[in-house]
């Protein structure tokens, strides 16, 4: 058995480096403040004689060697990085709980048939350079290690010059290693688990998303003497858009279908000027793709209805798109099998979120662990998981890892 | 007859003063270019042998005798000043046309019976002190000279401060003199006299209007993984809110209930994030009280019904109330006599932006006439009102005046 104590330690350890003034994490990717976290990392692998490379997107990978290391690595891992007001669990925890399972199969001087390989995939939140997930998709071949090199955060630094100036620049080509497999555990980040009194989510998959950049252009006016039927409001007409997504997507009962709108702005508002012109975003989200579709061709529908009902131009352009994703039978099999032996309440959900296993799931047969996160806040300081639920995914990651490290 | 082309000259002149890059006009209250403009507009007034002299809190009262000066004057005016990125009409036309009218009763040496005032009120954009039209509110005793003298700019400069800077800051009480009569001519600033082919808006009050900021609170959340059942989306509430305000103004056909939401802001926006607190503004206007409380009732109760609707906490707060005005008959009647002897396609109409007007039509029988503006726009750099339109509106303006001078 893992030792949950001893996980927390860490993950508080960690949580020192980068601390923020309400309790949560700065480790923007690439900063000190990252090397320093995985520099903390590397020493506690390295007094386990473990072994380390680096790639040339600063990707991670510390090795626990097998009794047949010709065969290619058994994989855990996640991230290290946090938003700019992050939380101590959100990556982390899938990083520490391999760490865990390092330091427990040591104590029991456990050697796996299969060595195992714990993975830290930078940059994969995303708020330093866009996008989320960019080094994993990199690995996964789905953009070019030149052009995430060349990606730069908001001060004109880019992705390569901040990876030299942080030490952690490797020689490593990216997509090696080859993974026989691999296992990320993450917080849920929703509120499902917490509110069902479930301990462990076995992760089938995570749902497609498609997000939006939409424009919508009427006429400003003044608010008092322009009659409601001569105006040209682009924020009533956003304003029945969101309304509308929402009541179509609250009328599934499945609960399948997410609709977000998260950024909204008008341009040179005024109290009492009518709204001219204003921006929003659309995040759209389900799991069954054709499902997407229809949603997609929805909400493209909307628009344009409620432009021509409040006489605005509308325009969107589709600025991402991930498709659905449905992880290896035998690995989800695996995780399953593992929870059971523990006990452990669960049940079968998709991912709602994006992780660093979407992109390697299509390199490796991947599935991941999520625990409850205390009223599903993610992305905050006041991100907050269990010990008890840290250290149950943690056991079941371990025994997931093993089984598949042995067959 | 008044002189068309040489009104249009002065106001092309004034516009000189604060010009802007796309053809409007920056001038704003209490700075150089507002000092600039008043002392070209009493250069040509001392021009024609009249005398003026400031209030306390700058506004600007010029006078052309009259036969009897021992009764009150007969006055008209407006403002000076601009929005920002104004343009070179709004407030300017209801001034120059004063002027226009001193040169034209000196072109024939015609005295009245009254003496006349042409008044320039200070501030009445609102843009650099808050609220809009305070030196004519203060005139009225809506507000007392010592807090419209504190009142801070944007950089913490008071309104004395900025009064004593430009050189405009005089003995005379406020208050004086008290007027017989008030005359505004202004830009409707609205699309209705255009779309109807008129030429002269009859103004026989303005509709009431009331401010409020509205927060709602809710719980941010990541859009991924949280259902749609679990959201406590503020952003939704504040769309359906918006969207049931626009149908209930939209489905009153005489087309007198108005409503804004000219401001919108998300703390925190970010595309992946469910908005967990959403402020808006909200501007109701109506031309008949007891509706406008009715309006004000229904908004306050959709804010509780979206609230409910979506688990969010709201909160409002009524920040100015403007009631409904009705101008003097005999001062309405006098500019409907006037608009008839010319001819001019006209209507009787409510005002459904707040002027100077408002103010003054408390302490003196008071009204306004109005001429078209191009789409209806106003502060804003493309306003534009046609020399013809700004010709007609001084001659009615002038008519009235001389009418009201000599009864
Ligand atoms: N885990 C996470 O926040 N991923 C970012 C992409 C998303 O919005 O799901
Ligand atoms: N004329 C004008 O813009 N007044 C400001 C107050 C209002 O919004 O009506």
Same mark, same amino acid.
């Given at each position: 058995?893992?030792?949950? /104590?001893?996980?927390?330690?860490?993950?508080?350890?960690? @949580?020192?480096?980068?601390?923020?003034? &309400?309790?949560?994490?700065?480790?923007?990717?690439?900063?000190?403040?990252?090397?320093?976290?995985?520099?903390?990392?590397?020493?506690?692998?390295?007094?386990?004689? %473990?072994?380390?490379?680096?790639?040339? #997107?600063? &990707?991670?990978? #510390?090795?626990?060697? !097998?009794?047949?290391?010709?065969?290619?690595?058994?994989?855990?891992?996640?991230?290290?990085?946090? /938003?700019?007001?992050? !939380?101590?669990?959100?990556?982390?925890?899938?990083?520490?709980?391999?760490?865990?399972?390092?330091?427990?199969?040591?104590?029991?001087?456990?050697?796996?048939?299969?060595?195992?390989?714990?993975?830290?995939?930078? &940059?994969?939140?995303?708020?330093?350079?866009?996008?989320?997930?960019?080094?994993?998709?990199?690995? =996964?071949?789905?953009?070019?290690?030149?052009?995430?090199?060349?990606?730069?955060?908001?001060?004109?630094?880019?992705?390569?010059?901040?990876?030299?100036? %942080? !030490?952690?620049?490797?020689?490593?080509?990216?997509?090696?290693?080859?993974?026989?497999?691999?296992? +990320?555990?993450?917080? *849920? /980040? !929703?509120?499902?688990? *917490?509110?069902?009194?479930?301990? #462990?989510?076995?992760?089938?998959?995570?749902?497609? $998303?498609?997000?939006f950049d939409v424009t919508l252009s009427g006429q400003s006016a003044h608010a008092g003497p322009t009659p409601m039927r001569y105006r040209r409001d682009a924020l009533a007409a956003a304003a029945r858009l969101i309304d509308r997504l929402q009541t179509h997507a609250l009328a599934?009962?499945?609960?399948?279908?997410?609709v977000t709108c998260g950024c909204l702005d008008i341009v040179s508002a005024s109290r009492n000027v009518v709204p001219g012109e204003v921006t929003l975003t659309i995040d759209l989200?389900?799991?069954? +793709?054709?499902?997407?579709?229809?949603l997609q061709e929805r909400f493209e529908r909307l628009l344009v209805e409620v432009g021509e009902s409040f006489g605005v131009t509308v325009s969107q352009e589709? #600025?991402?798109?991930?498709?659905?994703?449905?992880?290896?039978?035998?690995?989800?099999?695996?995780?399953?099998?593992?929870?059971?032996?523990?006990? /452990?309440?669960?049940?079968?959900?998709?991912?709602?979120?994006?992780?660093?296993?979407?992109?390697?799931?299509?390199?490796?047969?991947? =599935? $991941?662990?999520?625990?409850?996160?205390?009223?599903?806040?993610?992305? &905050?300081? =006041?991100?907050?998981?269990?010990? +008890?639920? %840290?250290? @149950?995914?943690?056991?079941?990651?371990?025994?997931?890892?093993?089984?598949?490290?042995?067959?």
């Open positions: 058995s893992i030792d949950g /104590q001893r996980l927390w330690d860490s993950l508080m350890a960690m @949580a020192e480096i980068g601390p923020t003034a &309400n309790g949560g994490s700065c480790r923007l990717a690439l900063t000190e403040e990252d090397a320093a976290g995985r520099r903390l990392l590397l020493d506690w692998c390295e007094s386990l004689g %473990c072994t380390w490379r680096v790639d040339r #997107i600063g &990707n991670l990978f #510390i090795r626990r060697a !097998g009794k047949r290391d010709d065969l290619d690595p058994v994989a855990m891992g996640s991230h290290l990085d946090t /938003q700019p007001k992050g !939380g101590r669990f959100d990556g982390i925890l899938g990083v520490l709980a391999g760490l865990e399972v390092f330091r427990t199969l040591a104590d029991q001087d456990i050697v796996t048939e299969r060595p195992l390989e714990l993975v830290v995939w930078t &940059n994969e939140e995303g708020s330093r350079f866009a996008p989320a997930m960019v080094a994993s998709g990199t690995y =996964a071949g789905a953009f070019s290690v030149e052009s995430t090199l060349a990606r730069e955060d908001r001060d004109g630094v880019t992705f390569g010059e901040a990876l030299d100036a %942080c !030490g952690y620049a490797g020689e490593s080509p990216v997509g090696e290693p080859r993974l026989d497999s691999f296992f +990320e555990l993450h917080i *849920e /980040q !929703g509120p499902v688990l *917490e509110e069902e009194h479930e301990t #462990i989510g076995v992760v089938t998959g995570v749902q497609g $998303m498609r997000w599934d009962e499945s609960g399948d279908t997410k989200r389900h799991v069954v +793709e054709s499902e997407l579709d229809a589709r #600025i991402w798109a991930s498709p659905v994703v449905e992880f290896a039978p035998e690995c989800v099999a695996a995780v399953e099998r593992a929870t059971r032996e523990r006990a /452990q309440p669960h049940r079968r959900m998709m991912s709602g979120a994006g992780h660093d296993a979407v992109y390697v799931s299509r390199v490796a047969p991947t =599935a $991941m662990i999520f625990v409850p996160c205390r009223d599903g806040i993610s992305h &905050n300081e =006041a991100e907050y998981a269990t010990p +008890e639920h %840290c250290a @149950a995914g943690a056991q079941v990651l371990c025994d997931a890892i093993v089984e598949r490290a042995n067959r």
